[in-house]
């Protein structure tokens, strides 16, 4: 049995994997997720006005947020025996071609349970200026048993 659970404490960081979208990374997403939203591939189209808002071209799709927070999340995790469970974010601003943006998560709360042991953490996702992309809360388990998920 793991004991990392018992070396959690509030205020733990974690830093994950820098990743920066081209043009193909975006694309391959849209055919990876069947996602075909002209704001991720038509430059044409982003040329345009979206009410008050233009993008100067193409954005990466905002679930690339969900995933370079979950490579972050399982990269710590699975090492220490313990699996995400849940993960909500919300997009604050487009990331674009040429961005670099890194995910990190804090450790906010822990708790044992009879059952298993939790971790919440507070996450978000910032660019190369400091600008947070996309913010939000994860939940982590390490179970009592190896392998008792």
């Known amino acids: 049995m793991s004991n990392a659970f018992d070396t959690l404490k509030p205020g733990l960081t974690i830093e ?3 990743f920066s979208p081209t043009r193909e ?9 069947l996602d075909y939203n002209p704001l991720h591939w038509d430059d044409e189209y982003m040329k345009g006005d979206f009410g008050r808002t233009n993008f100067g071209g193409i954005i990466m799709h905002g679930m690339n947020n969900f995933g ?3 490579k972050m999340l399982t990269d710590w995790l699975y090492p220490l025996g313990g699996m995400q469970r849940r993960l909500e974010t919300r997009w604050k601003i ?3 071609p040429g961005d670099t943006i890194t995910p990190t998560a804090t450790v906010s709360a822990v708790q044992a349970t ?4 939790w971790a919440t953490l507070t996450v978000q996702v910032a660019n190369q200026r400091g600008e947070i992309v996309a913010a939000g809360e994860a939940m982590v388990e ?7 998920a």
């Open 114 to 117: 009879k059952k298993s042991r």
């Open 68 to 70: 370079v927070i979950t």
């Open 16 to 18: 994950g994997t820098p």
């Open 142 to 148: 390490f179970p009592h048993e190896l392998g008792a």
């Open 94 to 96: 487009p990331v674009k």
């Open 25 to 33: 990374t975006i694309r391959d997403f849209c055919e990876a997720s």
